[in-house]
């Protein structure tokens, strides 16, 4: 399996590492590293994380506030999104 991040997605992405490095040293970091080990456990078995009815998948990063929305796509794993679990539920849904 391939692991396909959006462009969209990966800005997202950059901008709350970004935010958690401003507020505290290292938390950035600690963020990017979660993240990864959620983007890890998706590629060892993608259809772990419940869908919805439209065949978005969504896996909670520990620690932090935020799910990885993704998408199965023949032997591709699409991450549309990595959306904050309390702001502007389903915005992402057009991608």
């Not at 709350?16 to 600690?30: I, M, N, V």
């Not at 990063?61 to 502007?88: C, E, L, Q, S, T």
């Amino acid at each position: 399996m391939t692991l396909i991040v959006l462009p969209v997605a990966n800005e997202e992405f950059e901008a709350a590492k970004e935010w958690y490095d401003l507020q505290s040293a290292g938390l950035g970091k600690r963020y990017r590293e979660l993240v990864k080990q959620t983007l890890a456990a998706i590629l060892r078995n993608p259809l772990r994380y419940q869908s919805d009815s439209l065949g978005f998948h969504r896996a909670f990063v520990k620690v932090f506030p935020f799910k990885v929305y993704y998408k199965m796509d023949g032997d591709d794993i699409v991450v549309v999104a990595f959306a904050h679990n309390h702001r502007k539920p389903e915005y992402w849904l057009h991608r």
